[in-house]
């Protein structure tokens, strides 16, 4: 069975500029989350999706941040424009029933 | 207070030895909880779900006290290849968080 997968692996972009991250996750789960860890911090909630519905997005920094997930399969995250602050390493989860997660390899996001 | 702490270690022990890990949370509603453990510069991978009742798994050993809000994570006869960062995870309805890690170094 494949796992969550991400893309693009590495990201470096400048200040002011967009980037989209992408997550597919396990085939059939219906949950999809996205969380971020900044250096030096702990691994942080961004959003959790049920399908194509955002079900809490309580985590999500500011309104530069926006995640889609059209027709419940893969989901996008659109950063826009880029800070600094938003460099870090950003994970894509998937669970069958929301409670074990499956991990993404994740996307370091690098903005300069 | 953060909502789920750790030990940050290191903690750095000889082959074979039994080494225990501690974590609590302070949301009282919590319903799951979960030892992850992430290597360097991979993402977290689930080592084992925590029940009340306690858990084993191989060497591994996690228990619960949801009165005291504690969960516990035991490894014994350590191998080198347990070196890594375990996390402390709790669900709380829809979202997770995270502790921030205990490193352990096994060594030979």
């Known amino acids: 069975e494949a796992g969550v997968t991400q893309f693009p692996s590495h990201s470096v972009i400048e200040k002011g500029q967009t980037v989209t991250l992408r997550c597919d996750p396990i085939?059939?789960?219906?949950?999809l989350y996205w969380y971020r860890r900044v250096m030096g911090k702990e691994i942080k909630f961004l959003l959790h999706?049920?399908?194509?519905?955002?079900?809490?997005e309580s985590g999500m920094p500011n309104n530069r941040f926006l995640a889609e997930r059209t027709g419940g399969t893969y989901s996008t995250l659109k950063v826009q424009p880029a800070e600094l602050e938003d460099s870090g390493v950003y994970f894509c989860a998937s669970s069958h029933d929301r409670h074990e997660q499956y991990f993404g390899p994740g996307t370091r996001l690098t903005v300069t | 207070r953060k909502e789920v702490e750790q030990d940050p270690g290191p903690f750095n022990v000889p082959e074979g030895a039994t080494v225990a890990f501690n974590c609590t949370y302070s949301n009282s509603a919590s319903q799951s909880f979960f030892w992850y453990r992430q290597d360097c510069r991979k993402e977290p991978k689930l080592l084992m779900s925590?029940?009340?009742s306690g858990n084993e798994d191989g060497r591994f050993t996690a228990q619960l006290n949801r009165a005291s809000q504690y969960i516990s994570l035991l490894i014994r006869d350590s191998k080198l290849s347990d070196s890594a960062t375990y996390l402390c995870v709790v669900n709380s309805l829809s979202d997770m968080r995270f502790g921030a890690g205990t490193r352990l170094t096994v060594k030979p």
């Open positions: 085939s059939g789960h219906d949950n």
């Open positions: 925590v029940y009340s």
């Open positions: 999706f049920v399908k194509e519905s955002k079900q809490d």
